[in-house]
């Protein structure tokens, strides 16, 4: 079996700005050969000659709108097609407008063709490469409104709670087969995406937005242990293990034939 390199070229999605182009900059650092995909070819081809300037690495430039078949397609079939590709940092995505409450369905269903539909076939198409080639690594960023969908109007915490689904089962299903994922899931960070969404960073609550840097420089300490769920922002990890140990818990009592006694029906006599 190929192995994969000691280091893989890593295929950045959304590498244009914000989170992306610092994945881009500290992958390059660490040695790593880049593709980078975004719709943006302008901001892409300077990034790249920058890093490749800095740091002596190839950094290719795939343009791509994810949410254009054709273009998916195009992102996927290179995840299939070159061996030195070993690990996908699955960052593009957006944040919807509003709550759902007369929201324009057809923009919602962009949302979930950018947020859902490209992150599982990017990391269906990275998977199917990389498990027979020896090992590799899908990094899908999420949020941590994935957990408090209540204080977030709209679709946006739903697609990223099926992100982190979605990475908890690739782990569950390839981690044995030597396919490492890790779900990074940002608090309030200081990127283009919330100007694309109407909003402004400068109306958060001061203090409580983290930058770039930062959370990507995090983001690479989880990586580095294997964690499965990186929470930067969070400063105490009690409370969110002991969400996962009482839902881990759950599972030995859901199967049983006959409803729990709190459903069933009372006669009166």
């Known amino acids: 079996m190929n192995q994969p390199p000691n280091k893989p070229t890593a295929l950045i999605t959304g590498a244009s700005s914000g989170i992306g182009a610092v994945y881009a900059d500290r992958l390059a650092k660490r040695g790593h050969d880049l593709v980078l995909v975004a719709r943006d070819e302008a901001r892409l081809t300077a990034l790249a000659a920058k890093l490749t300037a800095e740091t002596g690495v190839k950094v290719d430039v795939l343009r791509a709108d994810l949410t254009v078949k054709a273009d998916l397609k195009a992102v996927e079939q290179r995840l299939a097609s070159d061996p030195s590709i070993a690990l ?7 944040a919807g407008e509003g709550g759902f409450e007369g929201a324009d369905i057809d923009k919602l269903e962009q949302l979930i063709a950018l947020n859902v539909t490209a992150v599982t076939r990017l990391a269906a198409a990275a998977a199917q490469a990389f498990v027979p080639r020896g090992g590799g690594a899908i990094v899908n960023v999420a949020s941590v409104v994935a957990y408090m969908p209540e204080v977030f109007p709209g ?3 739903a697609t990223k709670a099926y992100v982190v689904n979605l990475s908890k089962s690739l782990q569950a299903e390839l981690g044995p087969k030597g396919l490492y994922v890790q779900a990074l899931l940002p608090a309030a960070t200081a990127t283009e995406i919330w100007e694309r969404s109407g909003r402004s960073v400068a109306d958060l609550t001061p203090g409580t ?4 840097d930062d959370l990507v420089d995090a983001a690479l300490v989880g990586f580095d242990r294997g964690e499965l769920i990186t929470l930067p922002s969070l400063q105490d990890a009690a409370p969110f293990e002991a969400l996962e140990a009482g839902r881990m818990a759950l599972m030995g009592g859901f199967g049983n034939e006959r409803p729990a006694p709190r459903y069933r029906q009372v006669v009166e006599a």
Do not use: P, R
């Not at 996908?88 to 957006?94: E, K, S, T």
């Open 88 to 94: 996908l940092i699955n960052n593009a995505g957006a």
């Open 155 to 157: 679709i946006y915490s």
């Open 209 to 212: 937005v983290m930058a770039t």
